[in-house]
T-cell receptor
């Protein structure tokens, strides 16, 4: 079946780069997403990548996709304290129908 | 910027009572979804809705759940007889096309 996994926690110093990793099981993925959830808030769509791409850059965010290893990463350059949040990887699998399958979320803590 | 809005932000209800969670999707979107997140668990798909009918539903979405689009703007989730295990954050989402869902802030449902 379709599954998405993420590491639970990442601690990073302000100004450094953060890299959040995600793995998924099914090769029928078409769209892969990163959502951000701040305390008490909803799921904010940060960026997404199509499965026919290897990389997408959007300002401080870089998404890398390794289809062979079924590995997705989100790099945040020059991490700021406002980047402290939970980051969710979500995958749209063709075989799973019109829905997103979420990872468990990575809590990112940015230290000054 | 258009956004998905959900009301209420927090609902407390007694076990066995009916609750209705409300959502206003983004106006030109055609696909509507409900997801939920039980504390400490992954965000799970409940149901998708397109062209005034349910297009997909998960195993969680049993006869106790129903969705409705009563007018041109609202999208509701009804739980007929709430159970303790229905306590969760419920997220509404909408999308213009398949995938690329935008989420609301969520409604925290507490069943006591």
């Amino acid at each position: 079946g379709e599954d998405v996994e993420q590491s639970l926690f990442l601690s990073v110093r302000e100004g450094d780069s953060s890299v959040i990793n995600c793995t998924y099981t099914d090769s029928s993925s078409t769209y892969l997403y990163w959502y951000k959830q701040e305390p008490g808030a909803g799921l904010q769509l940060l960026t997404y990548i199509f499965s026919n791409m290897d990389m997408k850059q959007d300002q401080r965010l870089t998404v890398l996709l390794n289809k062979k290893d079924k590995h997705l990463s989100l790099r945040i350059a020059d991490t700021q304290t406002g980047d402290s949040a939970i980051y969710f990887c979500a995958v749209y699998f063709v075989t799973a129908g019109n829905k997103l399958t979420f990872g468990g979320g990575t809590r990112v803590l940015v230290k000054p | 910027e258009p956004e998905v809005t959900q009301t209420p932000s927090h609902q407390v209800t007694q076990m066995g009572q009916e609750v209705i969670l409300r959502c206003v999707p983004i106006s030109n979107h055609l696909y509507f979804y409900w997801y939920r997140q039980i504390l400490g668990q992954k965000v799970e798909f409940l149901v998708s809705f397109y062209n005034n009918e349910i297009s997909e539903k998960s195993e969680i979405f049993d006869d106790q759940f129903s969705v409705e689009r009563p007018d041109g703007s609202n999208f509701t989730l009804k739980i007929r007889s709430t159970k303790l295990e229905d306590s969760a954050m419920y997220f509404c989402a909408s999308s213009e096309r398949v995938a690329e869902a935008f989420f609301g802030q969520g409604t925290r449902l507490t069943v006591v």
